[in-house]
C-alpha cells in the first residue's frame, strides 16, 4: 500500500469510527426516548449514522486485503484501533446531555463535509456531499432542541448547561490532526481542520446566546482519539457491539 492510499485508508477509518460509535450511542435510545415521535428522530439519525460509516468503511477496504469487509472493520478491531474522537464515545446521559453532544459533533460534520465536498478524490467527495444532506438535518435538529431546553424550565436550562459544561473538554479533540492530515492536505484530498475551527465556534456561540447558554471557559482538554487513546466508555461500546462477532466468529447472517 502506497503513503497515499495508506493515508487515505486510516482517514476513512476516521469519519467512519466517529459515525459508527455516536450512531451506536444514540441507538441506545430506541424505545426510550422522552416522546414517541423524539424517539423515532434520534433512532433514525442513529441510522443516518450507521449508514455513513458503513460507506466510508466500504471505501477503506478498497485499501486492503481482497478479503475484508466493512464488517470486519466495525467488528473485528480492538479499542487501541479506533481512531474516533472521545467526544462521541462519551455516555448518552439525561436528554439534554445528548442533544448537547450530538450538536457540538453536528456542527463539526456540518462544516467538515460541506470542505470535502470539494475534495479532489472523488469517492470522498461525493460521500461527503451524500452525508451533508443528512448531517444538515442532525444539526438543524440539535440545535432547535438546544434552543428549547435553554428557554425552558429552570431544570432544562440547568441540565443543558451542565451538559455544555461537562463535555466542551472533549471538543478540541475533533480538531487533533496528524500525518494523514499532512499529506492529504497536500493533495487536496482533505483540509487543514484548524480552518474550520472558527466556523464551528461561531455557529456553537450563535445558537448558544439564542438558548441563553453561557460558553464554558474551561480551558482543559481531553484528546486522544486519532491516537487510538480513548476514555473508558469506548470499550463498554466495543463489548457490547461486537458481542456477537466475538462470540460466533464469522457468523453470517
Known sequence: MNSTNNALYNYCLRLADNNLILGQRLAEWCSQGPTLEEDLALTNISLDLIGQAESFYEFATTFTEANCTADDLAFLRSEREFVNNVLVEQPNGD??????????????????????????????????????????????????????????????????????????????DMFEMNSVDTLLIEQNITINLSTIYTPWKNDI????????????????????????????HLGHILCEMQYLQRAHPGAKW
Open 95 to 172: 436528554f439534554a446531555y445528548t442533544i448537547m453532544k450530538q450538536f457540538l459533533f453536528s456542527t463539526f460534520a456540518k462544516h467538515l463535509y460541506t470542505a470535502l465536498a470539494n475534495s479532489s478524490n472523488q469517492t470522498i467527495c461525493g460521500l461527503a456531499t451524500k452525508g451533508l444532506k443528512e448531517v444538515n438535518y442532525h444539526y438543524m435538529h440539535s440545535s432547535q432542541w438546544l434552543i428549547r431546553l435553554g428557554n425552558g424550565t429552570d431544570k432544562s436550562k440547568e441540565k443543558i448547561q451542565f451538559a455544555a459544561n461537562d463535555l466542551w473538554c472533549f471538543t478540541k
Open 205 to 232: 456561540e450563535q445558537v448558544f446566546k439564542i438558548a441563553t447558554i453561557d460558553l464554558p471557559t474551561d480551558t482543559n482538554k481531553i484528546i486522544g482519539g486519532i491516537k487510538g487513546i480513548h476514555t473508558e
